[in-house]
Structure formats: structure tokens, C-alpha cells
């Protein structure tokens, strides 16, 4: 399936939260990408739209090797396995852990109406654009088990079939429009995939919750 753009996106993943009997009470995106992503899904069960942010952690002298990723509260995800095979030492991700949680709340900041407040018990979709690894995805899905949802679901478009496997193990549900039987780069199933501005993904935010 190739989807026409971020809205067509939004639109079907809406669509297929619903034929999967999930009502959600917050919608919340990964921006900038999620954002017009989220929009449609917030506006079809009329909900509040807000965004959760994280950041990867790098590898020691090789910053572009996620080994984990960290939330603006500080959840954090963990690739132990690459961890242990580089021997990465647990001081240096505690610095990372602190320096990149800094980064991803100063990211939150640049989002007006950004926090939804109390998820409390509630049933919480985390939308994407999509995911290749998911490492950033899974230190936001941890933001909101550790803001005590109800019921946390992740809600993307397009996934490779292993990610999605390994990301039923964290969030309690996992909807996907496609699961592609040969995933390429996320953008590769779409037509338009343009990048989205900071100054966009604010103004869906800002439509969503007027």
C-alpha cells in the first residue's frame, strides 16, 4: 500500500482504529512527522491532540548507533543487547539519559498547548508517521506507561512486521494500516513525504485543539 500523503495517512489509520474498536481519549504524536498524521485520528473520535517527544542516544564515537532513546521525563528505552556488545559503560548513558531528556522537554516547550495534563487510567494513541526501528517510539510509549494510561496504543501507518512484533512486548496494543511484506524507509511508502516545518506541525496542533 502506498499512501497518498501524511493526511490519506491519518485518515486510514483513523479508519482502521476504529474497525479495531479502539476509542481513544488522547491522541498524542511524535512531531514534526506524526503531527499530520495525528490530526485526522484526533479529529475523527474528537479528542484532544498532544504530542509526546523523544530523543535517541547514541552509541560512544558512533552517535548515529541508537542504543536506546529517552522521553522528555526521562522514560527511557534501552537496545541492551548492543549495549552489551559495544561494553557501553552506565555512566556515560546516564549522562546521555540527562542531556537528551533536557533536549526532547526543550522540544516540548517549542509546542504550544503540547500537554494534555493527567492521562490517568485513560487509553492513550501514540501516532507516527511510521516506524523502521521504533527506538524513539518506545521511549515515548514508556512516557505514557509511566504517566499511568489506562490502555497505551500505538498507532502508525506503515511498520516492518519484526518491529511491530517487538513493540507489542511494550505498548498494549499495536495498529497498523500495513504491514509490507518488503519494507523500504518509511518515506518510501508514501507518494508525498515531504518534510514537515516546525512551523506546520504547530499549526496542526493548534487546529486540532481549538
Known amino acids: 500500500m502506498t499512501f497518498v500523503d501524511r493526511h490519506d495517512a491519518g485518515v486510514k489509520l483513523a479508519a482502521k482504529l476504529q474497525t479495531e474498536d479502539i476509542e481513544p481519549d488522547y491522541v498524542f504524536a511524535i512531531p514534526r512527522g506524526g503531527l499530520p498524521v495525528a490530526k485526522p485520528v484526533a479529529d475523527a473520535f474528537s479528542v484532544p491532540l498532544g504530542v509526546v517527544i523523544g ?21 527511557m528505552w534501552l537496545n541492551e543487547p548492543v549495549i ?41 494513541v501514540l501516532v507516527d508517521d511510521g516506524i523502521a526501528t521504533g527506538a524513539t517510539a518506545r521511549a515515548c510509549l514508556q512516557q505514557l506507561i509511566t504517566a499511568n494510561a489506562g490502555t497505551v496504543v500505538l498507532a502508525v501507518p506503515v511498520a516492518p512486521e519484526e518491529t511491530v512484533t517487538e513493540l507489542k512486548s511494550i505498548a498494549d496494543r499495536v495498529v497498523v494500516v500495513d504491514i509490507p511484506r518488503w519494507f523500504g524507509a518509511v518515506g518510501s511508502h508514501y507518494r508525498n513525504f515531504t518534510q514537515v516545518s516546525d512551523e506546520e506541525a504547530i499549526s496542526y496542533l493548534r487546529d486540532a485543539n481549538e
Open 84 to 124: 552489551a556488545q559495544l561494553d557501553v559503560d552506565a555512566a556515560y548513558i546516564e549522562q546521555e539519559r540527562t542531556k537528551e531528556a533536557e533536549a526532547a522537554a526543550a522540544k516540548v516547550e517549542q509546542y504550544p498547548q503540547a500537554e494534555i495534563g493527567s492521562v490517568d487510567g485513560a487509553v492513550a
Open 55 to 75: 530523543t535517541k542516544i547514541g552509541a560512544p564515537h558512533n552517535p548515529e548507533l541508537a542504543i536506546g532513546a529517552v522521553a522528555a521525563d526521562g522514560s
